[in-house]
């Protein structure tokens, strides 16, 4: 019986096979890999470095090396993580080249000493304001916190999300709307503890 839905890999065994191709010197692949992977790279490359430029360039950086070593790079179990492990390298280095350039500062073990406080800092940081969300979007009427979930970690789209709570598209915007609404004035009035 068919229901009208077409198999398509899961993105693990897309990424596989787009890897692969890659590896085999086909342009397509890696222009595949990089329209799947963007959004999350400049999501991690941001949560690495605060300068949207540099992440930017990084991820350019990132891609230009995959491409000229194409016949170099190694089977990845999962390429996702191996693009942003990667990404993370290239941001880190970056920064310490710049830092080394703007200080004088010759000593490595002083940028990383520096470096790997202040990425100990923004972690805490990043942590704080993760939970302070959480809780926020924990207190959302069921329906609102279900549209958030399903459209900002699980990346659906309203069309998809409509059909996940059975409702219309119009609806779910209208719902998304209200529960963005209901976390901004949460958030900013919440009292610092």
Request: net charge positive; aromatic share 8%.
């Amino acid at each position: 019986m068919d229901s009208g839905v077409k198999w398509l890999p899961g993105p693990g065994n897309r990424d596989t096979a787009l890897w692969s191709g890659l590896r085999a010197g086909n342009r397509d692949a890696l222009a595949q890999l990089y329209k799947s992977h963007i959004n999350g790279l400049r999501k991690h490359g941001f949560y690495v470095c605060k300068d949207p430029h540099l992440v930017s360039d990084c991820i350019h950086e990132l891609f230009s090396r995959l491409w000229s070593k194409r016949d170099r790079i190694s089977e990845a179990q999962n390429v996702k993580i191996y693009l942003y492990k990667s990404l993370e390298r290239i941001v880190i280095a970056q920064l310490l080249r710049n830092r080394k350039r703007a200080t004088g500062v010759h000593s490595r073990e002083d940028l990383a000493t520096d470096s790997s406080e202040q990425l100990w800092i923004d972690k805490e940081a990043h942590k704080e304001q993760l939970n302070e969300i959480k809780k926020c979007i924990q207190s959302l009427p069921k329906c609102q916190r279900e549209v958030i979930l399903l459209k900002f970690f699980n990346d659906l789209s309203y069309s998809e999300i409509s059909e996940v709570m059975e409702m219309q598209v119009a609806s779910v915007y209208n719902l998304t709307s209200k529960a963005i609404e209901h976390l901004r004035q949460k958030m900013q009035f919440q009292p610092a503890a």
